[in-house]
Antibody, heavy 119, light 111 residues
């Protein structure tokens, strides 16, 4: 059974870069899935940030594209998120998730990690 | 791409059926639409309940069913139980590997 676990700082200062890593177990990160980041501001809905294939091909939400970088380290079974120039609006629970090969659904999720942007 | 619209809230009594709609579904090549539904209890992780419009992952009760008509997808929960009280999100992918979107979410209250 696939398991995903987010890790990274829970507090980031405004204008700095948010960095999170998702560790994958129970599934080859080089399988035919995509690996996604999704966030949820407190009390609000889900927002897809972007995803990555094991080849390194990435796709990003156009509204965040200028600030987002997703990378993968297949040897470590990890993929990572960097979001630059953060503001309070980026405060959210960040989830990593496995996205099906056709982007049709998300079948496994990490527990989520709250990242607060505050000085 | 336009937003996926869900009602903010729905409610029903135990044993009843409720339907949550998701409007704004667009079709990709061949007319296919790929819709999935997620259940999220407060403070918990979203859980996949329906995928490919009508399919249930292993372990999801058959009280949960999905359908689609024109540009609207629906999640129906029959035989409501207290544990079904949660937020529900639809998700749709229409192709071209460009941009993904979730609906705004619907809060289900079991009266």
């Amino acid at each position: 059974q696939v398991q995903l676990q987010e890790s990274g700082p829970g507090l980031v200062k405004p204008s700095e870069t948010l960095s999170l890593t998702c560790s994958v177990s129970g599934s080859s990160i080089s399988s035919g899935y995509y690996w996604a980041w999704i966030r949820q501001p407190p009390g609000k809905g889900l927002e897809w940030i972007g995803n990555i294939y094991h080849s390194g091909t990435t796709y990003y939400n156009p509204s965040l594209k200028s600030r987002v970088t997703i990378s993968v380290d297949t040897s470590k079974y990890q993929f990572s998120l960097k979001l630059s120039s953060v503001t309070a609006a980026d405060t959210a629970v960040y989830f990593c998730a496995r996205q099906s090969s056709g982007w049709y659904y998300f079948d496994s999720w990490g527990q989520g990690t709250l990242v607060t942007v505050s000085s | 791409q336009s937003a996926l619209t869900q009602p903010r809230s729905v409610s029903g009594s135990p044993g009843q059926s409720v339907t949550i709609s998701c409007t704004g579904i667009s079709s990709g090549v061949g007319g296919y639409s790929y819709v999935s539904w997620y259940q999220q209890h407060p403070g918990k992780v979203p859980k996949l309940m329906i995928y490919d419009v009508t399919k249930r992952p292993s372990g999801v009760p058959d009280r949960f069913s999905g359908s689609k008509s024109a540009n609207t997808a629906s999640l129906t929960i029959s035989g409501l139980q207290a544990e079904d009280e949660a937020d529900y999100y639809c998700y749709s992918y229409a192709g071209s590997y460009t941009f993904d979107r979730f609906g705004g979410g619907t809060k289900l209250t079991v009266l």
